[in-house]
């Protein structure tokens, strides 16, 4: 289900890509193959009458030089085509996503003209099906590479230069990204997961993702709140419709509607949380998330807000 | 011989070089949101001066520690006020100049505390990890720390002279706003 290969493509591109890989594939087989019968055929029959004449050899290396040539030129002609179809996607009809790379998780705003509209989400990228999807890269820190095999081919995420890719899935799923670029001691822990799913469900998802934060109507998440708000939380993470504002972290309104907490590394439960939350180096060592030295209860507060009603 | 020598001499820089970078990553995470008594000043009235207090940086010339300091520095928004050091809302960080002590424990007591005109306390903010993070590289700022230890370059363009070769500026107290 969890499906993180090139060769079950789920967009047009990808397609492509994976049309060209096989074509590759085949053709580079078979020249492997008979450059080895060919050299196979010379060794066993070398020195056999004292070796072709002049004209026999010019005539094979001929027959050889325009045999690679043709095979070249087929091979670019195709690669050249699937760039074309790759490129095919740009319109003005489509929905524009930011993703900012971090060191080490997907930084993700879904945007839209008016500001309080805006969607701004971690790690997990849902898309409506059969709709062109313009993404915008960015980096904060290092070079980071987008790439979900399903959908497209890589594209680098370098500081100080917007990239952008287009993508149209064409099958519902879930399918997995990853960082494809050495970006530090977590580059394994940086995935991304991509849900493609019908329209209307989109829509829904996407209207819940614009209200503001968890509720706080349980005595322990109205303490929860206040330890987001007022502890080192809101530091670095956004809780919308609260105090907590802070812009270097992910941002946690609806991290419990999420599938997966740092980048894929665990899956979200209050269990998973808590253990996150009371020791993330121990989790994922080296994340720029500290251990906060929160109490038990503490913890537990905070997961109550946080954690939704997993 | 000449074999022996060198290799004596690579293999004494490479243990030299063996604490540069140590990353703690399981820094004990007490809750330190209480800071002892740390005096601002140097001065004092009468009698012998009192003793130190015990509170000792854990950062002191990592460079790993520093570098992390960098980045929070900007991360957290220290750059808003004191700039990369030149200061602007709020004072310099790269001069001699120190309203409330350039020692860690003064530095640190001041992120924990907040100070006066503008300074907001960070004690409920931070971890204590980063508050450490901070001090060492807020060190790094006016040469207070080995020069191999402190950064070397920054992530963005370069602005200024980097922190690894800043001359140590001499701690002067003020007590008040210059």
């Known amino acids: 289900m969890n499906m993180q290969s090139m060769l079950a493509p789920a967009g047009l591109q990808a397609a492509a890509i994976e049309r060209l890989w096989w074509i590759f594939l085949i053709v580079t087989s078979l020249v492997f193959v008979a450059v080895i019968v060919a050299l196979v055929a010379a060794i066993v029959r070398r020195n056999r009458d004292g070796g072709p004449s002049d004209r026999a050899a010019f005539r094979g290396v001929a027959a050889a030089v325009i045999a690679t040539a043709v095979t070249l030129i087929g091979l670019i002609t195709v690669d050249a085509f699937t760039a074309r179809k790759l490129a095919s996607l740009e319109t003005d009809d489509r929905m524009v996503v930011n993703i900012t790379g971090r060191q080490w998780w997907w930084d993700i705003e879904y945007q839209h003209p008016l500001p309080s509209m805006r969607v701004r989400t ?120 609260t105090d907590a504002g802070g812009r270097v972290g992910p941002d946690l309104t609806h991290v419990s509607a999420r599938q997966t907490i740092a980048a894929g590394t665990l899956p ?27 109490s038990r209860d503490d913890i537990d507060a905070v997961v109550a807000y946080l954690g939704g009603t997993q | 011989m000449k074999f022996a020598v060198t290799v004596c001499v690579l293999g004494t820089i490479f243990v030299l070089a063996c604490e540069r970078e140590q990353r703690d990553l399981q820094f004990p995470s007490e809750d330190t949101r209480r800071v002892p008594m740390i005096p601002v000043t140097d001065f004092h009235a009468g009698g012998s001066p009192p003793p130190p207090p ?37 004072p310099a960080l790269m001069d001699s100049t120190w309203i409330y002590g350039g020692r860690p424990e003064q ?26 993070r901070l001090v060492a590289y807020v060190q790094s700022m006016s040469g207070h720390v080995s020069s191999d230890a402190a950064p070397g370059r920054d992530d963005a363009m370069q602005t200024t002279v980097p922190e690894s070769r800043r001359a140590q500026q001499p701690i002067l107290f003020t007590g008040s706003q210059p």
Not at chain 1, 147 to 152: D, E, G, R, Y
Not at chain 1, 156 to 174: F, M, Q, Y
Not at chain 1, 275 to 281: C, L, R, S, V
Not at chain 2, 107 to 132: C, E, H, K, T
């Open chain 1, 122 to 241: 971690a790690n997990e990228l849902r898309l409506p099906v059969g709709r062109v999807v313009q993404i915008n890269l960015q980096s904060a820190d290092v070079i980071h590479s987008f790439w979900v095999p399903a959908l497209h081919g890589k594209r680098d995420v370098i500081p100080g230069h917007a990239n952008e890719i287009w993508l149209k899935a064409d099958t519902p799923g879930r399918y997995r990204g990853q960082c494809a670029e050495f970006c530090g001691l977590q580059h394994a822990h940086m995935a991304l997961t991509v849900i493609v799913e019908p329209q209307d469900k989109f829509a829904e998802w996407i209207a819940a993702q614009r209200q503001l934060g968890p509720s706080d109507a349980s005595e322990q998440a109205a303490r929860g709140r206040q330890i987001v708000e007022r502890g080192p939380c809101s530091t670095c993470h956004t809780v919308r419709g």
């Open chain 1, 268 to 294: 979200t439960s209050r269990e998973n949380l808590r253990k996150w939350i009371d020791n993330p180096q121990h989790v994922k060592p080296g994340v720029r998330m500290p251990a906060l030295g929160l």
């Open chain 2, 107 to 132: 530095i640190y007591a001041s992120i924990v505390q907040g100070r006066p005109n503008g300074m907001p306390s960070f004690g409920q903010r931070l971890d204590d990890a980063d508050r450490w």
């Open chain 2, 54 to 90: 015990v509170v000792k940086s854990p950062f002191e010339d990592n460079a790993y520690a520093m570098s992390e300091g960098k980045r929070l520095y900007s991360w957290y928004n220290c750059v808003g006020c004191h700039a990369h050091g030149g200061g602007g809302i709020g």
